[in-house]
């Protein structure tokens, strides 16, 4: 028996589904009804944020659910986790009991990573840094975020966030997909998904990568933290490289002018869409969209690149390193140029940040890297007109202990993982500026009011983007599948406006 026959290929599962559609499709016809345009529409209205019938989208039919505060997202996720004692969560008691234990009942028999977990003793670290009250909020901000000081009024400090992930991996891939197993949609493809496009010639998600000077060794970041899961593959991030070629293999070989490469991809539709008229398969139709969109990608990429048109009063807002390619203040520039063309999820990753040791060191080149540029962003979105429909957040995938790990000197220490409790920031797209959520205790260890869970945070982004967290699913092993997990959670309402 040929396995491959074709006959064996379409089996009855594949045979009902055409019949049933072809059925459908020939009705429809004869009404003047095109079915597969009608699932592909969604519209929005931009003076409500609801849905009309003006202006295509392609995300799922009956969203927004509700009138959205953001249309976009950047996201500057700080990989490695950032220190809230050197950043946004100031405890100026702490220098009082410098090298004292930690007490037991602070700790409460918290699980230790197999760093710290041999340690027989944890002496409190006070930060070496001062914090100073910016803005007319009187927000408490680190020395080392002098720029983000300044755009403070602009968003959101939210001091008790909280993980179950101790270790990066799962703790990164937890906040990318709202789940610690590998595999899951990624937010990013979760927003495209259920939003659709905003442009025609670029991606709905793209995604950057930089190395900070603060720690050469950083955490390793895999594909799949922007990849779509389960979901169609059209909604997984598009990475943008450093290199001369943005995007490996969108460039045309050596002769072949774009009129050729035209006509050879008609002839691929030809026949992909053969392909997909006897199987059905959602993914042909996702590559036939693919062939096209980086057809169109040709040309809109190298423009997106291009920053001859940026005066120098921009560029020197985000600071000498926005000149190099594949830096932190590069890519914060690129998305703000994205943004503007419409790019529905902009992720920005800098790595660097797990500071075991010598962090007033490695976190002041961190910040050094990542402060003016992030500002500059936020700044720039404003003055541009973008920052209230375009959300922006920081942060890491988990905070610092209070005590110290390895060796503490009068100018050196170290912070080991912690789950408990970390900050972040957000700012525009309908946050409420010049505020500050939730309070931790006198050692920043523990949640003390308004916890927000990871999951949390999802639905807060879904909400802002007009999405119920809750409604936002796909049928997966038995499973209503969706970002913010099976257990109850909850948009932060307070935060918003």
């Given amino acids: 028996m040929n396995l491959h026959d074709e006959s064996i290929r379409n089996n009855r599962r594949v045979f009902l589904k055409s019949s049933g559609i072809s059925l459908g499709s020939?009705?429809?016809?004869?009404?003047?009804?095109?079915?597969?345009?009608?699932?592909?529409?969604?519209?929005?209205?931009?003076?409500?944020?609801?849905?009309?019938?003006?202006?295509?989208?392609?995300?799922?039919?009956?969203?927004?659910?509700?009138?959205?505060?953001?249309?976009?997202?950047?996201?500057?996720?700080?990989?490695?986790?950032?220190?809230?004692?050197?950043?946004?969560?100031?405890?100026?008691?702490?220098?009082?009991?410098?090298?004292?234990?930690?007490?037991?009942?602070?700790?409460?028999?918290?699980?230790?990573?197999?760093?710290?977990?041999?340690?027989?003793?944890?002496?409190?670290?006070?930060?070496?840094?001062?914090?100073?009250?910016?803005?007319?909020?009187?927000?408490?901000?680190?020395?080392?975020?002098?720029?983000?000081?300044?755009?403070?009024?602009?968003?959101?400090?939210?001091?008790?966030?909280?993980?179950?992930?101790?270790?990066?991996?799962?703790?990164?891939?937890?906040?990318?997909?709202?789940?610690?197993?590998?595999?899951?949609?990624?937010?990013?493809?979760?927003?495209?998904?259920?939003?659709?496009?905003?442009?025609?010639?670029?991606?709905?998600?793209?995604?950057?990568?930089?190395?900070?000077?603060?720690?050469?060794?950083?955490?390793?970041?895999?594909?799949?933290?922007?990849?779509?899961?389960?979901?169609?593959?059209?909604?997984?991030?598009?990475?943008?490289?450093?290199?001369?070629?943005?995007?490996?293999?969108?460039?045309?070989?050596?002769?072949?002018?774009?009129?050729i490469r035209r006509r050879m991809l008609d002839d691929l539709q030809t026949l992909n869409q053969q392909t997909l008229a006897r199987t059905m398969d959602s993914e042909v139709a996702t590559r036939i969209q693919q062939y096209e969109l980086a057809f169109r990608m040709q040309t809109a990429v190298p423009d997106l690149m291009d920053l001859s048109d940026e005066p120098a009063s921009v560029l020197e807002k985000y600071g000498p390193e926005v000149h190099k390619p594949g830096t932190y203040a590069r890519n914060c520039l690129l998305a703000r140029r994205m943004i503007e063309r419409d790019v529905r999820f902009v992720q920005l990753f800098h790595m660097g940040w797990d500071q075991h040791d010598n962090l007033p060191s490695h976190m002041s080149k961190q910040c050094l890297d990542t402060d003016q540029p992030s500002a500059a962003l936020i700044s720039d979105l404003q003055e541009r007109g973008l920052l209230d429909d375009t959300l922006v957040i920081w942060g890491g995938e988990f905070g610092r202990t209070v005590y110290c790990q390895g060796q503490f000197t009068e100018k050196t220490y170290g912070r080991d993982h912690h789950p408990r409790c970390f900050s972040i920031f957000m700012a525009g797209g309908g946050v409420k500026g010049g505020t500050v959520y939730g309070t931790t205790d006198e050692f920043g260890y523990n949640v003390v009011e308004n916890p927000v869970h990871v999951n949390d945070l999802h639905a807060t982004i879904l909400h802002a983007l007009g999405i119920d967290h809750r409604k936002l699913t796909i049928p997966f092993q038995g499973l209503d599948l969706k970002l913010s997990g099976v257990e109850q959670r909850n948009p932060i309402l307070e935060i918003l406006t």
């Fill in 26 to 259: 020939i009705a429809a016809a004869s009404l003047g009804f095109n079915p597969l345009t009608a699932a592909q529409a969604n519209w929005v209205n931009n003076d409500t944020g609801l849905r009309n019938a003006s202006e295509p989208s392609g995300g799922l039919p009956g969203l927004p659910h509700h009138k959205p505060t953001a249309k976009r997202v950047i996201y500057l996720f700080q990989s490695g986790a950032p220190s809230q004692y050197e950043t946004f969560d100031y405890k100026p008691g702490l220098r009082k009991l410098a090298k004292t234990e930690l007490p037991a009942t602070i700790r409460n028999g918290q699980r230790l990573t197999g760093m710290t977990s041999g340690q027989s003793s944890f002496p409190i670290a006070p930060s070496m840094f001062d914090f100073k009250q910016k803005g007319e909020s009187g927000t408490w901000v680190s020395d080392l975020l002098p720029h983000l000081g300044q755009v403070v009024d602009k968003g959101c400090v939210i001091r008790t966030m909280h993980t179950e992930a101790i270790n990066h991996d799962p703790a990164i891939t937890f906040f990318q997909t709202g789940s610690q197993l590998a595999g899951r949609p990624s937010m990013g493809a979760w927003v495209a998904y259920g939003l659709g496009s905003m442009n025609q010639n670029l991606p709905d998600y793209m995604v950057m990568v930089s190395r900070g000077t603060g720690r050469a060794a950083g955490q390793p970041l895999y594909d799949r933290l922007w990849g779509s899961g389960v979901l169609p593959g059209k909604h997984q991030g598009v990475k943008l490289r450093s290199a001369a070629e943005p995007i490996l293999y969108l460039s045309n070989p050596a002769g072949c002018p774009p009129e």
